[in-house]
């Protein structure tokens, strides 16, 4: 199982960017998946989880109206698109597969990408 994360950057406060994860190995439909992020020292983040089919989203509370999960499972691909960011947006975003339901904990997750580093700058 493979979970590729991309699209990470710098961008100026108020900027946006779109983060990009594609799955191989494994029945992409049949996973919920998750954003995280962390800071060095500090524990994974929860940012957002979507369900197997997308209907389904839920948002960690100071990411709600600027950050939207969504997911393409035609192309096995989990995005966050991430608007209005801030300084304290900047960390490595991480995505994660988990088998059975959506979840607001690391722990829960069976599967994690590498890591995309977001900065934004002031």
Request: contains cysteine; glycine residues 12%.
């Amino acid at each position: 199982v493979q979970l590729q994360a991309f699209g990470g950057g710098l961008v100026q406060a108020g900027g946006s960017l779109r983060l990009s994860c594609v799955a191989s190995g494994l029945t992409f439909n049949g996973y919920a998946m998750g954003w995280f992020r962390q800071v060095p020292g500090k524990e994974r983040e929860f940012v957002a989880h979507i369900s197997v089919n997308g209907g389904t989203t839920h948002y960690a509370d100071s990411k709600k109206g600027r950050f939207t999960i969504s997911r393409d499972n035609a192309k096995n691909t989990v995005y966050l698109q991430m608007n209005s960011l801030k300084p304290e947006d900047t960390a490595v975003y991480y995505c994660a597969a988990n088998k059975y339901y959506t979840s607001s904990h690391f722990a829960d997750y069976d599967y994690w990408g590498q890591g995309t580093l977001v900065t934004v700058s002031s």
